[in-house]
């Protein structure tokens, strides 16, 4: 009896040795790396003030002649501020000249005046032809203290103590409006400080002595505003 034939197939197929798989090619290693390729090519950007477009050159030019006027009105803007707030300055330390030519001031301005004046021709033999900067400090705030002494002047002491403190006041409210930026320092220079600097130099010894009386902050507004901007041996 014959075998069937696929049996005999199928033996021969198990008896055939298996194929190896095949295998790819290994690639070669490498550390570098390319960049992707864009498939979109990039474009510069145009200027627009060189553009040949009419439209854009008017569109350009226009937006900076805007930005232009804007920069420009700021800076007006501002400049006139400034200028405003000087002008209010100004006109403040206007009404303190109208306030020192009134009737009570000019009236202490001639007593502390001719007391001082009478004082220096009374002591005139005690400086020296050519004083040194100290002496004459020193001489000046000798005849300041007498000053304020009964037999400082022919005036009574209380009516020139009035017309003293009325000067102390006024130059005092002058330091405060200064410092507070409320007056224009150029047009307070040229107005008083030619003034304060010599009632500064009479009268530092006797603010000094009032001071340590039980008065420390007497006259000191007046002593800031002197010293600023002034050598310190004119001042002391």
Not at 27 to 51: A, Q, R, V, Y
Not at 100 to 127: G, I, P, V
Not at 213 to 236: C, D, L
């Amino acid at each position: 009896m014959k075998k069937p034939a696929a049996n005999t197939r199928q033996t021969a197929a198990t008896a055939a040795p298996a194929k190896a798989p095949a295998t790819k090619p290994a690639l070669p290693e490498t550390t570098e790396g390319f960049p992707w390729p864009s498939s979109h090519e990039i474009k510069k950007e145009s200027n627009p003030f060189t553009d040949r477009d009419w439209r854009m050159l008017i569109y350009a030019w226009s937006g900076l002649l805007v930005r232009l006027a804007i920069i420009f009105t700021l800076m007006f803007s501002i400049y006139q501020f400034l200028a405003n707030q000087e002008q209010k300055r100004v006109e403040q330390t206007m009404s303190l000249v109208e306030l020192w030519e009134t009737k009570d001031y000019q009236q202490a301005q001639r007593a502390l005046k001719d007391r001082l004046a009478a004082l220096n021709a009374k002591y005139d033999n005690l400086l020296s032809a050519n004083p040194s900067p100290t002496e004459e400090q020193v001489f000046r705030q000798r005849i300041g203290i007498e000053a304020m002494t009964a037999s400082g002047g022919d005036m009574p002491l209380a009516d020139f103590s009035e017309n003293f403190d009325r000067i102390v006041y006024f130059l005092n409210r002058l330091s405060f409006c200064i410092d507070g930026d409320l007056c224009s320092r150029k047009v307070t220079d040229a107005y008083f400080r030619d003034y304060a600097v010599s009632f500064w130099s009479y009268f530092a010894g006797y603010v000094d002595k009032q001071r340590k009386a039980g008065s420390p902050t007497f006259a000191t507004a007046i002593e800031a505003y002197v010293r600023n901007g002034q050598p310190a041996a004119e001042v002391k």
